[in-house]
């Protein structure tokens, strides 16, 4: 889900799982929060757009959309996008905000894409990849939809900031799951994410089948600076979140242009 705010800074440990992330319950809150402040705004989608470079005519699938922020901005530079995501409402207000320049879906990432073999340049999957505990199946899924030569740009939590809020501390080798209520305009939603050692991240990616160019950890636009002058500090000098380029190889077989 883009947008997705740092464990850390959002949340207290919660041992309660119902209605966890359902981001129905709370979509307006959530996009509201998320639309201008720095750890998103300043941070989190500068980040993927300077990754994504220049996307003028690219068709691009922005996976885990929410309401919206990453596709408009990547349509405004140009690209040609379609938006994916589970909740309905953030697709809502996704609709909302884009009008009809950008095809929306209601799609689970833990299901077959409703897309044909090759038919993106690039997909953009914005702090997601860290609600699933198993990424292969999803990876395959994203691996097909890319044409070869295609990208997928991918960020999630660090995962030594997700292994260091942990008490106790898990092992860090394994795969675990961590759980904490989300706050926003004084409403809370139960949270779930899965934390996997780095080297199980860069595993998944080449099982799918991608070759990695790019691990980021890339530091907030400085033009936040001003707007948030002791959070821009906090954020600047440690990890926050994790980013990933990985291309489909050019003679890959099994996509179309």
């Given at each position: 889900?883009?947008?997705?705010t740092?464990?850390?800074?959002?949340?207290a440990?919660?041992a309660?799982?119902?209605g966890?992330?359902?981001?129905?319950?709370?979509?307006?809150?959530?996009?509201?929060?998320?639309?201008?402040n720095?750890?998103?705004?300043y941070?989190a989608?500068?980040?993927?757009?300077?990754?994504?470079?220049?996307?003028?005519?690219?068709?691009?699938?922005?996976a885990?959309?929410?309401?919206?922020?990453?596709?408009?901005?990547?349509?405004?530079?140009?690209?040609?996008?379609?938006?994916?995501?589970?909740?309905a409402?953030?697709?809502?207000?996704?609709?909302?905000?884009?009008?009809?320049?950008?095809?929306?879906?209601?799609?689970?990432?833990s299901?077959?894409?409703p897309?044909?073999?090759?038919?993106?340049?690039?997909?953009?999957?914005?702090?997601?990849?860290?609600?699933?505990e198993?990424?292969?199946?999803?990876?395959?899924?994203?691996?097909?939809?890319?044409?070869?030569?295609?990208?997928?740009?991918a960020?999630?939590?660090?995962?030594?900031?997700?292994?260091?809020?942990?008490?106790?501390?898990?092992?860090?080798?394994?795969?675990?799951?961590?759980?904490f209520?989300?706050?926003?305009?004084?409403?809370?939603?139960?949270?779930?994410?899965?934390?996997?050692?780095?080297?199980?991240?860069?595993?998944?990616?080449?099982?799918?089948?991608?070759?990695?160019?790019?691990?980021?950890?890339?530091?907030?636009?400085?033009?936040?600076?001003?707007?948030?002058?002791?959070?821009?500090?906090?954020?600047?000098?440690?990890?926050c979140?994790?980013?990933?380029v990985?291309?489909?190889?050019p003679?890959?077989k099994?996509?179309?242009d």
């Open positions: 889900m883009e947008g997705s740092n464990a850390p800074e959002a949340a440990q919660s309660d799982p119902v966890v992330n359902d981001y129905d319950s709370f979509a307006e809150a959530y996009s509201a929060e998320t639309e201008n720095l750890v998103n705004a941070y989608r500068p980040a993927m757009l300077a990754l994504a470079g220049d996307v003028a005519g690219r068709r691009i699938l922005d885990g959309c929410g309401s919206g922020p990453l596709s408009a901005a990547m349509r405004d530079r140009g690209a040609v996008v379609t938006g994916i995501d589970a909740s409402r953030m697709l809502e207000l996704a609709r909302q905000r884009l009008g009809d320049d950008v095809a929306l879906h209601r799609v689970d990432l299901d077959r894409l897309f044909a073999d090759g038919a993106f340049d690039d997909v953009v999957a914005s702090l997601v990849l860290h609600y699933l198993d990424w292969g199946p999803t990876l395959t899924e994203l691996r097909r939809v890319l044409k070869p030569g295609g990208r997928l740009i960020s999630v939590d660090h995962p030594f900031v997700a292994y260091t809020i942990q008490e106790p501390r898990p092992d860090y080798f394994a795969t675990t799951s961590y759980s209520d989300w706050t926003f305009n004084g409403q809370s939603a139960p949270m779930t994410f899965w934390r996997k050692p780095l080297h199980a991240m860069t595993d998944a990616f080449t099982a799918a089948g991608f070759r990695i160019t790019t691990i980021s950890e890339p530091q907030p636009d400085p033009a936040a600076r001003e707007l948030f002058p002791e959070a821009f500090h906090g954020l600047s000098t440690k990890a979140f994790l980013f990933f990985v291309e489909v190889p003679s890959a099994g996509s179309e």
